[in-house]
């Protein structure tokens, strides 16, 4: 009798001490939450609103701009001198300007056939085009390949160098910048630059270069990407969509209004006088692109988007490939930002109002703004609200003002509209990301200056699925698991939760769907998986 008593009294005792445990957490909460969550929470949230506003605003301005471009057919052939250069008998093949192609490379296996192939078949005068393969790789077999593949080329009559250098310094924009020092360069007017994912079509040199033969004051043409994989995957989608709207808006906007945008670092022609006169390129951020971009403009030099012309290229489908890229892409302006802000505010060559443009709504906006407050805002403090119902979000920030923001992104895929739910819940997973690398590169934190290339597969992914039972890969918890989206979706789940409890705001079931996506992405369930032969 003495063992039953004293093992019924036991639960009763833990009982006990874990309800004492709950209120006396709860009793905390209650003492902290007033004077210090409550105060805290309402500053994070007027912050927040302050730069939803920001957002919008910006955004309401690019589309009423697009509107009047596209109502109005300002295109770039109307507002430009672009007719096509003509034959001359005299000075024959001397009238073409001379061209250089770069093609910089690292390890493209998958791709590197179709970018030569490619850039081989562009069409223009022979004797007036040099095609550069920029080999970086350091896979011996890799390289060995890319050469032969050079070297049939060459064969066939085909201008082509192949030129390798000692070390990776500098990445990309080393291997750009040491191409520029070959002799032969000296000779060539202009530069187009092509990933080694791109394919450009035979046309493209005609339909670019007459932009910078006839109007000496424009630096930079580029054109639009065409993705190949775009329907891929669900990812490939979403990519689709925010880029989509990057061309069709952003760029499209900078160049009919300040003739100004950012160069995407590739599909564009350069002036390689302006290249020279800008300081080249320069390796100290990972968007080396955008950095000549910002100098050469602060030189007064113009930029003209032509979206008419596309290129082939492919979007990266694995969800690691995807993170290294955004990684880059979000780190590298934000720091790029910290070093120019005061060199754009001092410049006495360009208008004030180009020089606001540039550092609040290119850079601050929608390099810093758009991905912080996507993350802070719909994903941290919205979601504490329900914690701390004392703190109410007004509708207009909270539905009315998001809404417009994402019906404004979405007008660039109209084919992708039944996907905007998709894409909110993917573009704020991804907002964590983003937002990490933001405040790295603001901060110059440890990975400011990290460069992975981005994965291409080419036609890998068709093979291999289509090959005898693969053998199934071996699961590796660092490549597949991300703690911080698992952290972030437990607890949208917890605030969810609650608010199903005890809330009335009734954000659950957008904190439920969230969280979902967020579970989905930390455990690397997301893009195309590629397994290992």
């Known amino acids: 009798m003495d063992r039953l008593s004293t093992t019924t009294i036991l639960p009763d005792t833990f009982q006990g001490t874990r309800d004492d445990i709950t209120g006396q957490i709860g009793l905390v909460w209650q003492q902290t939450k007033v004077p210090f969550m409550v105060p805290l929470l309402k500053l994070l949230m007027v912050v927040c609103l302050g730069m939803s506003l920001m957002l919008f605003m910006e955004r309401v301005y690019m589309g009423i701009v697009i509107v009047f471009v596209k109502l109005f057919g300002r295109k770039p052939e109307k507002s430009y001198k672009c007719e096509p250069i003509r034959d001359d008998l005299e000075l024959g093949h001397l009238a ?9 490379m690292y390890n493209e296996k998958e791709v590197y056939q179709l970018s030569i192939g490619a850039a081989c078949g562009l069409s223009w005068p022979s004797d007036r085009i040099i095609i550069q393969v920029l080999d970086d790789s350091t896979d011996t077999t890799i390289k060995d390949l890319v050469e032969v593949e050079c070297q049939r080329w060459a064969s066939k009559g085909i201008n082509i160098k192949y030129e390798i250098r000692g070390n990776r310094t500098g990445y990309k924009a080393g291997a750009l910048k040491e191409g520029m020092k070959h002799s032969y360069v000296k000779l060539c007017d202009y530069v187009a630059i092509f990933d080694a994912d791109f394919q450009p079509e035979p046309d493209f040199l005609w339909r670019t270069i007459p932009f910078l033969v006839h109007n000496p004051d424009i630096a930079l043409v580029q054109t639009r990407w065409k993705f190949v994989n ?11 969509m925010s880029l989509d709207y ?14 100004f945008f950012g160069f995407n670092g590739t599909a564009g022609v350069w002036r390689i006088s302006a290249l020279n006169e800008a300081g080249g390129w320069k390796d100290r951020t990972t968007v080396e692109d955008m950095d000549l971009a910002v100098r050469a403009s602060l030189k007064g030099w113009k930029f003209v988007y032509v979206g008419d ?3 082939k290229n492919e979007l990266p489908s694995t969800f690691k490939a995807f993170r290294y890229q955004q990684h880059r892409w979000s780190c590298g302006p934000a720091n790029l930002f910290r070093k120019m802000a005061m060199e754009i505010l001092r410049n006495k060559k360009v208008s004030l109002w180009k020089k606001f443009y540039v550092t609040y709504s290119f850079f601050f906006v929608r ?3 758009a991905h912080t407050v996507t993350f802070f805002f719909y994903c941290v403090v919205l979601p504490a609200t329900v914690l701390v119902p004392e703190v109410e979000v007004p509708k207009w920030g909270s ?3 998001p809404s417009i923001i994402t019906i404004l992104n979405a007008v660039g895929t109209p084919r992708s509209l039944h996907l905007l739910m998709f894409w909110i819940l993917f573009e704020n997973v991804m907002s964590l990301h983003r937002t990490k690398a933001t405040l790295i590169g603001l901060f110059e934190a440890g990975r400011v200056n990290e460069w992975v290339v981005t994965e291409k597969l080419g036609d890998a992914l068709k093979m291999k699925s ?3 039972a693969p053998r199934k890969p071996r699961f590796r918890v660092g490549e597949r698991l991300h703690l911080l989206e698992l952290g972030v979706g437990a607890y949208l789940f917890f605030c969810g939760c609650y608010d199903l409890s005890f809330g009335k705001n009734r954000y659950f079931i957008y904190l439920f769907l969230q969280s979902f996506a967020f579970f989905v992405a930390g455990v690397g369930y997301v893009g195309t998986f590629v397994p290992n032969s």
Request: aromatic residues 8%; glycine residues 4%; hydrophobic residues 45%.
């Open 466 to 468: 289509g090959a005898k």
């Open 309 to 311: 012309i596309k290129v």
């Open 96 to 104: 073409y300007p001379m061209v250089l192609v770069q093609i910089p």
């Open 367 to 369: 390099k810093v703004i």
């Open 399 to 401: 539905v009315y003002i």
């Open 230 to 240: 775009a329907d891929e995957c669900l990812m490939t989608r979403m990519q689709e």
């Open 246 to 259: 990057h061309f069709t808006v952003e760029q499209e906007v900078g160049s009919a209004t300040y003739a």
